[in-house]
């Protein structure tokens, strides 16, 4: 006969399951409690399987405050319930400022010296309202924009602002009376038009084919200067009154902007820039007026900075050299594409 189970058996089993049970529920809640206290990034989830990591909220390095330009906002700061993000480029690092709704507010970028080469501010709608470029001549031996490639070379290396004119030709002026004297209003004048001739021509040293409607039209001199009046001006200033992303500058350009139509365009060169510029053929040890009024007018129709020395877009020139006196590959291409 089989024998009979003992009554005791299935108490013991049960217990010993209990227990293990207990232990298991123990230990997931001391797991949990470690975990809570050592949490991770926040993660949100893209796919299946998929997930991303928000990036690192970043420090936003200090711009000096800007002079008394007409149509400039006011110091470059994070709006309160705002963000700064940024991400590393091949010349720095490009900062984006967002507002409390997501809407982009400004964007620079500043270079690993810690110096702003642009800035870029949108309205409340996210929508870009100015745009401010500045050039910087190259000292000899200086290892700023290693990497970059050679002058020499048609690379096609480009970017675009996010405007455009929609109404052609452009129509600008000449403050005269800003002019250095030693320079001399109608030789500037000159260089002016014929900086302003290479884009409407899209003149290159890469053989590209001209297809730019560009063009821009010369309608006398004015006084007025760097601000938003009314006027697409060429002059000369002290460069370190206009302030923030300008200071220390050879040249700035200040572009307003509705979204993507450019509606004004103001260029400064510096007047006591050391070493002076050349309005001839061959400026010496000189900063070459014509180059530094090329790449200018390339802010002016739309383009930002490059890192690569064949195109006139990289920002800086250097002294004694006209490399830039016509448009790289990748100038030439972006005209045509804009316009």
């Known amino acids: 006969m089989p024998k009979p189970s003992s009554p005791d058996r299935p108490v013991i089993i049960a217990g010993a399951v209990l227990a293990a049970a207990t232990l298991i529920v123990a230990g997931v809640m001391v797991g949990a409690h470690l975990t809570s206290e050592e949490p991770g990034p926040p993660t ?3 796919g299946p399987g998929t997930t991303t990591t928000p990036p690192p909220a ?5 711009l000096p405050d800007w002079g008394p330009v007409a149509g ?4 470059l700061s994070v709006p309160p319930g705002g963000e700064v993000t940024a991400r590393e480029t091949a010349v720095g690092t490009a900062f984006t400022i967002t507002r409390d709704d997501g809407t982009r507010m400004a964007q620079a970028e500043v270079d690993d010296a810690g110096v702003y080469r642009q800035v870029h501010y949108f309205d409340d709608r996210g929508r ?11 000292p000899p031996g200086s290892a700023a924009g290693a990497g970059a490639g050679s002058r020499d070379g048609c690379r096609n290396v480009s970017t675009q602002a996010g405007f455009h004119w929609t109404s052609l030709p452009i129509p600008w002026r000449l403050n005269a009376r800003s002019v250095p004297r030693p320079l001399g209003a109608s030789r500037v004048l000159g260089v002016a038009r014929t900086a302003r001739t290479v884009w409407a021509r899209n003149s290159n040293r890469c053989r590209v084919r001209d297809a730019s409607r560009a063009s821009f039209a010369y309608r006398g001199t004015t006084a007025r200067g760097i601000g938003r009046n009314g006027v697409n001006s060429i002059g000369f200033g002290e460069i370190n009154d206009l302030g923030g992303a300008c200071v220390g500058a050879v040249a700035c350009t200040f572009t307003w902007t509705n979204g993507n139509r450019a509606i004004e365009s103001d260029i400064r060169i510096d007047k006591n820039h050391r070493g002076g510029y050349a309005v001839g053929a061959r400026p010496g040890g000189r900063l070459d007026l014509l180059s530094v009024l090329v790449h200018e007018t390339g802010h002016t129709l739309g383009l930002d900075h490059v890192n690569d020395a064949s195109n006139v877009m990289f920002p ?16 030439a291409l972006a005209n045509n594409a804009l316009y």
Not at 58 to 62: D, K
Not at 128 to 138: F, G, K, P, T
Not at 316 to 331: C, H, P, S
């Open 44 to 46: 949100t989830t893209t």
């Open 58 to 62: 970043a420090e936003l390095p200090p």
């Open 316 to 331: 800086f020139i250097r002294a004694g050299t006209t490399t830039y006196r016509r448009l790289g590959r990748g100038d």
């Open 72 to 75: 400039v906002p006011g110091e």
């Open 128 to 138: 870009l309202e100015l745009a401010i470029d500045r050039v910087d001549v190259l």
